[in-house]
């Protein structure tokens, strides 16, 4: 029993440090290099989708 409340009481201690760890993580600014690469992502996205429908708005409307 006393493994056990042991275990326990470290499945506590490393859920505690996990929450702490990443409630920090979360209140960093993004980095500016993954922001840039995210906006060029969504322009290749964008080049991509007007080149597949250049300006067809018919199909949205059936």
Known sequence: MT???RQ???DRQIDENLRRVYSEMTQEPVPDRLTALLQQL????AETDAAI??????EGSK
């Open 3 to 5: 493994q056990k409340r």
């Open 53 to 58: 429908d250049p300006g067809d708005s018919s």
């Open 8 to 10: 326990t009481v470290l």
């Open 42 to 45: 969504r322009d290749k996205e």
